[in-house]
């Protein structure tokens, strides 16, 4: 069997179905999660809403079964779930069947072991790709058994025991799940809470065809639709999340969308208010409004380099309490030290409730004080030959190449990193006024692309 070793991802697996992922490969991952991992116990599997996720769900589990695996079929979840039901339920690791926020022709698998911790490419996924490439097969006197479970309300409650819940205030809210799961989960999570939210649905019911192109907010344009009816409508706010439910952002009353940088000083507030003196884990893209948060608020700031993977490891390692990325991943010490997409509306809920706050006002001075370039891709061929140029150039600056290059000085900053997944360099930069950021901006972007 011809195998596309690009399918390897540094924390996942996708390709493109069929042509290089199928059913076939699929169930080989199986097999090759179970010679890896080698659960003593049962392994969770579920899956998105894409076309052919289920197709490769039941063949990742046939490829279980027949090494003698017992497996726990949990079907519809977001990605944030797999991290839940593998830590709650103490699940020898799990699988999930998604290619996240990629066009529908896309597919692939996350993986995590028990604990759970992560699979990444370092560990773990090479170790499944040298099997898939091998054509061993694994075999079982006994085939393992497979049981389905139902694991949505114990999410639910699990979700409603990070907030007061009879602190909710009534709102009118704007639900954006891309086609994907979240506005079912997030209108389950209502539900099961008994909040006086009213909810405002757009591209809500689940579709694998993603009618209208990449289920990813971050993309700027896949916004533009989702703030006009924040604005249209009057709402209180809007929430917007990828495919699988695992990004989470967020549109202020009025339509103002917020970037999850600015948005991280909320939850940053939220975690030490309730956990003071803790400490919070952020990396290098954009940090003054995140450590003014954190020091305002009496915590103790934590570099990681960007990826789920070094933040979670430090999570551990550090025993700190959040984390947050400017990509719509927000992480939690006692979520499993994992990501999860529905935590940061609860306190978001809980906050402007508590305060009596809109979102615009409270972002607002955050916004005004840093302004910031978004994350800006350039096609390299070398990478790490630009990377030492620019740190090179800018050597007067303060320089760190804990990831990529990041140069800071007293009235702005960037950081240029490699992509862990395409072969680009990204750009973010942020300055104290809108017009430094564009002239910095664009003289940096000059350099990368000369």
């Not at 994907?180 to 389950?188: H, S, T, Y």
């Not at 990004?247 to 917020?258: N, T």
């Not at 490699?418 to 901006?441: D, G, I, Q, W, Y």
Request: hydrophobic share 40%.
């Amino acid at each position: 069997m011809k195998v596309d070793e690009t399918i390897f991802k540094a924390y996942d697996i996708r390709g493109i179905y069929p042509d290089s992922i199928n059913e076939d490969i699929a169930y080989r991952i199986g097999q090759g999660f179970s010679k890896f991992t080698k659960p003593l116990g049962e392994v969770m599997i579920g899956m998105d809403v894409r076309l052919h996720s289920e197709a490769i769900k039941n063949a990742v589990i046939k490829g279980l079964t027949d090494a003698g695996i017992n497996v726990v079929d949990v079907g519809l979840m977001s990605t944030d779930m797999l991290y839940f039901g593998v830590g709650n339920y103490k699940f020898e690791g799990g699988l999930q069947s998604t290619a996240s926020h990629n066009p529908p022709e896309w597919h692939g698998l996350k993986m995590v072991e028990k604990g759970p911790a992560p699979i990444t490419y370092e560990h773990g996924i090479t170790q499944v790709r040298d099997f898939v490439i091998s054509g061993e097969k694994l075999s079982s006197d006994k085939i393992g058994a497979v049981r389905k479970m139902d694991i949505w309300d114990d999410y639910c409650k699990h979700i409603l025991s990070w907030i007061d819940v009879a602190k909710i205030k009534p709102m009118k809210v704007v639900l954006n799940p891309n086609f994907g799961l979240g506005g079912k989960i997030f209108e389950r999570i209502v539900e099961a809470g008994k909040l006086p939210i009213e909810i405002i649905k757009l591209n809500f019911e689940p579709d694998g065809n993603f009618p209208k192109g990449r289920p990813d907010p971050f993309i700027p344009e896949n916004r533009i639709e989702f703030a006009e009816l924040v604005k249209t409508s009057g709402a209180d706010l809007g929430i917007t999340w990828d495919a699988d439910s695992d990004r989470v952002f967020f549109c202020a009353d009025g339509g103002l969308f917020v970037e999850p940088y600015f948005l991280n000083t909320v939850l940053i507030k939220q975690m030490l208010a309730k956990s003071p003196g803790e400490k919070i884990v952020y990396d290098p893209r954009y940090t003054w409004a995140l450590l003014d948060a954190i020091n305002e608020n009496g915590g103790t700031p934590v570099l990681s380099r960007v990826g789920h993977s070094y933040i979670k490891e430090i999570l551990r390692d550090q025993n700190a309490l959040f984390g947050a990325e400017s990509s719509g991943h927000t992480y939690y010490r006692d979520y499993w030290h994992s990501d999860c997409g529905m935590i940061p509306p609860m306190q978001v809920l809980e906050y402007l409730s508590e305060t009596g706050s809109k979102l615009s006002d409270v972002v607002a001075p955050v916004l005004g004080k840093y302004f910031i370039s978004g994350e800006i891709n350039s096609d390299v061929t070398d990478k790490e030959g630009k990377m030492n140029e620019i740190a090179e150039k800018y050597k007067d600056a303060e320089v760190s190449r804990l990831d990529g290059v990041a140069i800071e000085y007293s009235d702005y900053r960037f950081c240029v990193r490699p992509s862990n997944t395409e072969s680009l360099l990204r750009l973010t930069l942020e300055a104290k006024s809108k017009e430094l950021m564009e002239v910095k901006r664009d003289e940096v972007l000059a350099i990368i692309r000369s």
